[in-house]
């Protein structure tokens, strides 16, 4: 089954020309929070055809132990830390690809004690022996898991959802990012979410930036409607959201284009299941 995907999603380039001879798959960027509040920093690989597969296989985590000088202040892996866990993750893919071990890379997490990382596969066992013997100078520890278990931290919300798994909870934090011409745009942007409950989470005026958090609803609905709450706020000032937690990402929302009609509100009234999920899906 899983032979058909690249073992991480990488690109291909040309040595000579440097051009692209295929594409890297696209990944996301995503902010959880842990029960005690503690931020979950998750950067995920956005293969739907992969993670169908996946739903039905073993999800396995991997976690690098940090050395203790490897840790800032605030828990997380400093640059030397990081670099290491790095090194070890394409040791491990390498591995992975010469042995046609059936693992593949999903994603990531970072936060508190260091990084780890989630493969799906169809011998746990295999990969657990290659992963803990990959490399002399990394201690790995591991637990056995179900791509359910992880849906809600390494999936932008609505693929969640267009894959057919419940949310674990009612609500939850979610970040909202924004591009946008400096100045009153996104000034009037920001004042207008802030009215709406919406937290600033970061704020670069100058570079017309704007991150907010809120705790939204997760149900197909709820979230379907925050989603055109701030996508419609954000093209009436002529702003643009990132589009982090939808399934295509922010390149759909690109300023002076229309907004696509599932986000305009048209597409709260097609027939769909979790999440949006059509029954044509």
Same mark, same amino acid.
């Given at each position: 089954?899983? @032979?058909?995907? %690249?073992?991480?999603?990488?690109?291909?380039?040309?040595?000579?020309?440097?051009?692209?001879?295929?594409?890297?798959?696209?990944?996301?960027?995503?902010?959880?929070?842990?029960? %005690?509040?503690?931020?979950?920093?998750?950067?995920?690989?956005?293969?739907?055809?992969?993670?169908?597969?996946?739903?039905?296989?073993?999800?396995?985590?991997?976690?690098?132990?940090? !050395?203790?000088?490897?840790?800032?202040a605030d828990g997380l892996l400093n640059a030397n830390g990081s670099h290491r866990s790095y090194v070890y993750l394409e040791l491990l893919c390498d591995a992975l690809k @010469?042995?046609?071990?059936?693992?593949? =890379?999903?994603?990531?997490?970072h936060t508190r004690g260091g990084r780890r990382f989630y493969f799906t596969t169809e011998a746990p066992e295999e990969l657990v022996e290659l992963a803990t013997s990959v490399?002399?100078?990394?201690?790995?520890? !591991?637990?056995?898991?179900?791509?359910?278990?992880?849906?809600?931290?390494?999936?932008?919300?609505?693929?969640?959802?267009?894959?057919?798994?419940?949310?674990?909870?009612?609500?939850?934090?979610?970040?909202?990012?924004?591009?946008?011409?400096?100045?009153?745009?996104?000034?009037?942007?920001?004042?207008?979410?802030?009215?709406?409950? =919406?937290?600033? =989470?970061?704020?670069?005026?100058?570079?017309? @930036?704007?991150?907010?958090?809120?705790?939204?609803?997760? %149900?197909?609905?709820?979230?379907?409607?925050?989603?055109?709450?701030?996508?419609?706020?954000? !093209?009436?000032?002529?702003?643009?959201?990132?589009?982090?937690?939808?399934?295509?990402?922010?390149?759909?929302?690109?300023?002076?284009?229309?907004?696509?009609?599932?986000?305009?509100?048209?597409?709260?009234?097609?027939?769909?299941?979790?999440?949006?999920?059509?029954?044509? %899906?």
């Amino acid at each position: 089954m899983l @032979e058909q995907f %690249d073992v991480r999603g990488d690109g291909v380039y040309d040595d000579e020309t440097g051009e692209v001879v295929v594409e890297p798959e696209p990944m996301r960027h995503l902010l959880r929070f842990a029960p %005690d509040g503690t931020e979950v920093f998750a950067y995920a690989r956005v293969n739907i055809p992969l993670l169908q597969v996946a739903r039905d296989l073993t999800l396995v985590e991997l976690a690098p132990v940090a !050395h203790a000088d490897e840790l800032m202040a605030d828990g997380l892996l400093n640059a030397n830390g990081s670099h290491r866990s790095y090194v070890y993750l394409e040791l491990l893919c390498d591995a992975l690809k @010469e042995s046609g071990s059936p693992a593949r =890379y999903l994603a990531e997490t970072h936060t508190r004690g260091g990084r780890r990382f989630y493969f799906t596969t169809e011998a746990p066992e295999e990969l657990v022996e290659l992963a803990t013997s990959v490399s002399a100078e990394t201690s790995v520890g !591991h637990r056995v898991l179900a791509l359910a278990d992880l849906a809600s931290v390494i999936m932008p919300t609505e693929l969640m959802g267009h894959l057919g798994f419940t949310p674990p909870a009612p609500t939850g934090r979610r970040l909202f990012g924004f591009w946008g011409n400096p100045g009153p745009a996104i000034e009037s942007l920001g004042s207008a979410l802030r009215q709406r409950g =919406y937290e600033v =989470y970061s704020s670069v005026p100058q570079l017309g @930036e704007l991150k907010v958090i809120k705790e939204v609803p997760l %149900d197909e609905a709820g979230f379907l409607e925050v989603l055109q709450e701030v996508i419609g706020l954000s !093209h009436a000032r002529g702003c643009r959201y990132m589009g982090t937690e939808t399934i295509d990402g922010g390149e759909q929302f690109r300023v002076g284009e229309p907004i696509p009609p599932r986000y305009a509100g048209g597409g709260a009234k097609q027939k769909k299941g979790f999440f949006g999920r059509r029954s044509s %899906d």
